[in-house]
C-alpha cells in the first residue's frame, strides 16, 4: 500500500514552505527492535510495511512514529551493520 501525504495544517497556506505528513498503514505491527535492551525500559519499536518502516520509542508511544520509506530504512540498516554512526 502505497502512503497518501497530505499537506500539514501546520503549513502557511500561501507558502511553498509546508511539511506533508502521511498516515502509517492501519494495522501495523511494531515489534521490539533486536538493538533494544534485552532487558529494561529503553527501547525502540519497529513496524514494516512493504513500501515504509516506522520507529518509535517504547515508553512515549503517544508521540507518535518517525516513518521512512524502504530505501531510506535499508541505507540505515546498511550504515548501522558497517558501525557508521
Not at 6 to 15: C, Q
Request: hydrophobic letters at 35%.
Amino acid at each position: 500500500m502505497e502512503p497518501i501525504f497530505y499537506k500539514s495544517s501546520y503549513s502557511a497556506a500561501t507558502s511553498n514552505n509546508c511539511v506533508e505528513v502521511a498516515n502509517f498503514p492501519a494495522g501495523s505491527t511494531f515489534r521490539k527492535s533486536t538493538y533494544s535492551q534485552a532487558e529494561g525500559q529503553d527501547c525502540i519499536e519497529v513496524a514494516d510495511s512493504p513500501r515504509m518502516s516506522a520507529v518509535r520509542d517504547t515508553k512515549h508511544r503517544h508521540l507518535g512514529a518517525l516513518t521512512f520509506s524502504s530505501p531510506e530504512w535499508q541505507a540505515f540498516l546498511d550504515a548501522a551493520k558497517r558501525d557508521a554512526f
